[in-house]
């Protein structure tokens, strides 16, 4: 049977730790990697209790600060590649990503495609919760990236992805550039000119109940700039 990783990373997670572990690890088929940057609010000390009930499908990287969402992500493909896992999700671990969308997810990658990307604008804008200006912000940046770079994808920024193992062991994670918002923009950048398959599958993103978001309107915009780096880059040949 082939393996299922769903790396969720973590920083100060502790409200919304357990519940999105249970709601995963009830499918069989997905075991999940847990990537903290020494949250000081306790969120690995709770998953290490979690470990012992679930050893063989609930596993912790700790790292030694907060280093970025890239770099998180980062660690935790090369930690699934070195385990032989053939499937590879990332997702959010305050549940605005629904971990029951992760099957139908993955028999996108079990039939024909390389990349499946959770779209919050495949069929209009499917966000709950978030204010009007965010979803604006959100909205004409991923069209502003898909302008920039011709890239078809109408949800590029978005943070639920899963990806077959083949694609990851193609990427050279030592040229991956940018480690925040970027980062997502920048993997399925370079997995497009790669020339795998995607697909964007429709999800409902849910804005967090609990806990804090990490994510703000300068975050995005500071992120923007990076989209001409990409762009540029590929055309003098540099994106690989």
Same mark, same amino acid.
């Given at each position: 049977?082939?393996?299922?990783?769903?790396?969720?990373?973590?920083?100060?997670?502790? $409200?919304?730790? #357990?519940?999105?572990?249970e709601l995963t690890l009830m499918d069989s088929v997905f075991d999940i990697l847990v990537v903290d940057d020494s949250s000081p609010d306790g969120t690995a000390d709770l998953v290490f209790e979690m470990i012992k009930t679930h050893p063989n499908r609930l596993f912790l990287g700790q790292r030694a600060g907060k280093e970025g969402l890239g770099k998180a992500y980062l660690h935790g493909f090369e930690w699934a590649l070195k385990k032989k896992y053939d499937y590879i999700f990332e997702m959010d671990a305050d549940l605005s990503h629904d971990p029951r969308e992760l099957s139908p997810m993955l028999s996108h990658l079990k039939s024909d495609f390389d990349m499946v990307i959770g779209s919050r604008y495949i069929k209009g804008i499917n966000v709950v919760n978030w204010p009007l200006s965010r979803i604006l912000l959100s909205y004409f940046a991923s069209l502003y990236v898909r302008w920039t770079t011709f890239m078809p994808i109408k949800d590029p920024t978005a943070g639920f992805?899963?990806?077959?193992? $083949?694609?990851?062991? #193609?990427?050279?994670?030592?040229?991956?550039?940018?480690?925040?918002?970027?980062? #997502?923009?920048?993997?399925?950048?370079?997995?497009?000119?790669?020339?795998?398959?995607?697909? $964007?599958?429709?999800?409902?993103?849910?804005n967090r109940s609990l806990g804090v978001s990490?994510?703000?309107?300068?975050?995005?915009?500071?992120?923007?700039?990076a989209v001409l780096i990409l762009q540029i880059n590929s055309i003098l040949n540099r994106t690989q």
């Open positions: 049977m082939k393996k299922v990783l769903v790396i969720i990373p973590t920083y100060n997670e502790s $409200e919304n730790i #357990q519940r999105v572990v992805v899963g990806y077959k193992r $083949e694609v990851l062991e #193609q990427l050279d994670f030592n040229k991956i550039k940018f480690v925040g918002y970027a980062f #997502q923009i920048e993997m399925k950048f370079k997995v497009w000119k790669k020339g795998f398959k995607f697909i $964007e599958h429709p999800i409902i993103f849910t990490k994510m703000n309107g300068k975050i995005i915009w500071e992120a923007l700039p």
